[in-house]
């Protein structure tokens, strides 16, 4: 159940973490992945540890804010692995780093950062890869989101939160436009996961599970979403948060 023998899916930011957990689980169900990543040597070395495990696994560095290396990464990689019927835009760091600026004190340099990665490059990537979704009948795309874009956290996160919310509603209006080809566009909204100091003891105390989330919590989601089985979820919005948000 949920296998995808014989698709290709190309991950977004996937040199590591979060992304590294989602490449590693579709490769598991039989696809072949294409690990995204702003820079080659990170995505090769992923690339080689899912090699290493007998997976189908190739680097595919680009940077996710440019549209120009967007399509011409989608193209190269087509002509070298054959069509791409996944697409998983779970890049969200911007290249600078991460920064915790309270509204008051971010400059527009910072909003638009945000911006050009979640949003910019979510749009610019589907209209380079839906073309040839359209034209085979299929496609998956999923973009990972955050409860940010949801609720409150007063962690200096209004840039990224607003980047977010823009890219779910982004997401819900394409799945208006691309279901009837067969194509389904759902997003994930993460609570707090276990890529940074601190997160177990405040998943402690803010969800049901009791445990911050981690890649393979990621990973079985998109398998879900990205499955032959979820043909019939659409414009949706999965919250994997461990019960920390339930409305």
């Known amino acids: 159940m949920f ?4 698709k290709v899916a190309l991950v977004s930011g996937a040199g590591r973490g979060m992304g590294l957990g989602v490449a590693q689980t579709l490769a598991r169900q039989g696809a072949t992945v294409l690990i995204n990543d702003f820079y080659p040597e990170r995505a090769e070395a992923a690339a080689q540890t899912l090699q290493g495990e007998g997976l189908k696994a190739h680097a595919a ?5 440019d549209r120009s290396a967007i399509f011409a990464m989608v193209e190269r ?6 069509a791409i019927d996944v697409f998983v835009h779970n890049a969200g760091i911007p290249a600078q780093g991460w920064g915790y ?3 008051l004190d971010s400059p527009p340099s910072e909003w638009d950062a945000w911006l050009q990665l979640n949003l910019h490059g979510l749009m610019h990537a589907c209209q380079a890869l839906l073309p040839g979704m359209i034209e085979r009948r299929w496609g998956r795309i999923i973009a990972i989101n955050s409860d940010a874009a949801r609720t409150a956290t007063g962690m200096g996160l209004c840039a990224y939160g607003a ?6 509603g982004f997401i819900r209006n394409l799945s208006g436009e691309v279901g009837r080809h067969g194509i389904t566009a759902n997003a994930l909204s993460l609570g707090t996961m ?3 100091e601190g997160a177990e003891q405040i998943a402690r105390k803010t969800n049901s599970v009791g445990r911050a989330g981690s ?3 990621v990973g079985a ?3 879900y979403l990205a499955s032959s089985e979820a043909e019939w979820v659409n414009g949706q919005l999965l919250p994997v948060n461990g019960g920390s948000l339930v409305c």
Not at 3 to 6: A, K, N, S, V
Not at 77 to 82: D, E, R, T
Request: hydrophobic share 50%; aromatic share 6%; net charge neutral.
């Open 101 to 103: 600026s309270q509204f």
């Open 61 to 65: 560095a680009a940077d996710m804010t």
């Open 194 to 196: 276990n890529n940074w």
């Open 163 to 168: 980047a977010k919310a823009a890219a779910v």
């Open 221 to 223: 989601a998109v398998a």
């Open 215 to 217: 890649p393979q919590d």
């Open 77 to 82: 990689l087509a002509a070298k692995h054959g």
């Open 3 to 6: 296998r995808l023998d014989g």
